[in-house]
Nanobody
Framework: QVQLVESGGGLVQPGGSLRLSCIASGSIFSDYTMNWYRQAPGKQREWLATITRSSTIMYADSVKGRFTISRDTAKNSLYLQMYSLKPEDTAVYYC????????WGQGTQVTVSS
């Protein structure tokens, strides 16, 4: 069984930055593809970024050039570094692991507002 816990969300000014973390209870990062998603109130959940087991990285157009996904396998940690944040980035951000099974974190709130 794997538990994913996101952290690092909060309130930031437009143009600011945040780094989100996703910590796994098990050593899954070498065997699972890791993803970040977000969901704003009243909207569908949106895929943001993926890092595969072979370290291939993909981004959604909405965040390409502003967000960076990375992982530290030794620390069982996934990260999303976010720069140049916009009000439309306001959402709950979720970590997702895909492999033999599928796991979601509980989410962390990011609010971009002046």
């Amino acid at each position: 069984q794997v538990q994913l816990v996101e952290s690092g969300g909060g309130l930031v000014q437009p143009g600011g930055s945040l780094r989100l973390s996703c910590i796994a209870s098990g050593s899954i990062f070498s065997d699972y593809t890791m993803n970040w998603y977000r969901q704003a109130p009243g909207k569908q959940r949106e895929w943001l970024a993926t890092i595969t087991r072979s370290s291939t990285i993909m981004y959604a157009d909405s965040v390409k050039g502003r967000f960076t996904i990375s992982r530290d396998t030794a620390k069982n940690s996934l990260y999303l570094q976010m720069y140049s944040l916009k009000p439309e980035d306001t959402a709950v951000y979720y970590c997702r692991a895909i492999g033999t099974a599928e796991y979601w974190g509980q989410g962390t709130q990011v609010t971009v507002s002046s």
